[in-house]
């Protein structure tokens, strides 16, 4: 019995190894960076043309135009309305990472976590995702977690993410699709094919697909052998609140930039448009450029909208980070 258990460790510690190594080896590629670049620019040259076209129209400048489009903004309600948001969004937030914690890794506080998840959010300005990684290295340090169990947590949260997104765009091309645009006709078959997905990976990671395969054996991916689907229906629960207010939030802002909009409008556009927000910073300028097109005949209501709305919510979350930033650094190195 003790020799095949020193035989598992042995496997084990060489899996970790080879992840090790493989991580160490591998380089940004320049493709990728050029991509981004690309997509970063083909952003900003559509905004140029449409915004200089609609000016056009106008008989103005382009800078007499969107200096007309910011000064009919109502900022005061605005700013109020954003704020309680941004502060709504933290607490639920927080309280997902929490949950998350507790069912995988360990029984941490929330009032524990509101430091580590606001300190997050500095980082967060750059990549969310790092600042998950951000998350992990800081209860490593503080409580002596190892990274890869909250590294692997921090995994379950984004894949999460992407599903729970998915979701209540759905649900809300099941009520509105109607009057979307032609594009949105794709999502009955990609929310089928998600379906498809998520079932295949719940019984793999249940061992009941391709039981030997070691894969899902590595460590970085325990939280997904731990979970059930009663976590998954969890998160979106957790989750959901802070889409919903988004939503309500959105159509208020918009009404405040002139802008005429629904809820139920809304909901199938904003996972979409905040899926494209949570990933690598290029895809936060196709996130600002998809208002323009999804409101073509408000184009310099909704490029002003979707750049002051998004960059106030992760600078204002980075402000909340600042907030908490001094008791982050006495619980890292005191």
């Avoid at 709504?88 to 009032?111: C, P, S």
């Avoid at 988004?246 to 899926?275: Q, R, T």
Wanted: proline share 4%; net charge positive.
């Amino acid at each position: 019995m003790t020799t095949t258990n020193q035989a598992e460790e042995q496997t084990r510690t060489s899996d970790e190894a080879s992840d090790d190594t493989g991580t160490a080896k591998k380089k940004v590629s320049p493709a990728g960076r050029i991509v981004f670049l690309i997509i970063t620019a083909l952003c900003f040259v559509y905004l140029y043309y449409r915004l200089n076209g609609a000016a056009a129209r106008e008989g103005l400048s382009l800078a007499a135009y969107m200096t007309q489009v910011f000064s009919n903004v109502a900022w005061v309600p605005w700013l109020g309305l954003m704020i309680a948001y941004s502060l709504f969004y933290f607490f639920v937030d927080t309280l997902v990472v929490t949950r998350a914690l507790n069912w995988f890794v360990a029984n941490i506080k929330y009032k524990d976590i509101l430091p580590i998840r606001a300190s997050a959010y500095i980082i967060s300005i750059f990549n969310e995702q790092i600042g998950k990684g951000a998350m992990a290295y800081y209860l490593n340090k503080r409580d002596q977690i190892p990274g890869w169990e909250v590294g692997s947590v921090m995994l379950f949260i984004m894949f999460c993410e992407v599903f729970y997104l998915l979701v209540w765009a759905s649900i809300g091309y099941l009520f509105g699709g109607s009057g979307l645009p032609e594009a949105f006709s794709l999502m009955p078959a990609i929310s089928a094919g998600a379906a498809i997905f998520f079932v295949i990976w719940l019984l793999y990671f249940q061992g009941k697909i391709l039981p030997n395969n070691r894969f899902r054996k590595r460590r970085i991916l325990d939280a997904f052998r731990q979970a059930k689907l009663k976590h998954y229906l969890m998160f979106l629960l957790l989750r959901s609140p802070a889409l919903l207010a988004a939503v309500i939030v959105y159509s208020i802002a918009l009404n405040l930039f002139g802008v005429d909009a629904s809820f139920m409008e809304l909901l199938p556009y904003l996972p979409v448009i905040f899926f494209a927000a949570a990933v690598p910073t290029p895809m936060r300028a196709a996130a600002i450029t998809f208002w323009v097109i999804l409101f073509p005949e408000n184009e310099g209501q909704m490029a002003a909208f979707g750049f002051v709305q998004h960059n106030f919510f992760i600078l204002f979350n980075a402000v909340i980070g600042l907030i908490f930033w001094r008791r982050a650094q006495r619980e890292l190195f005191n």
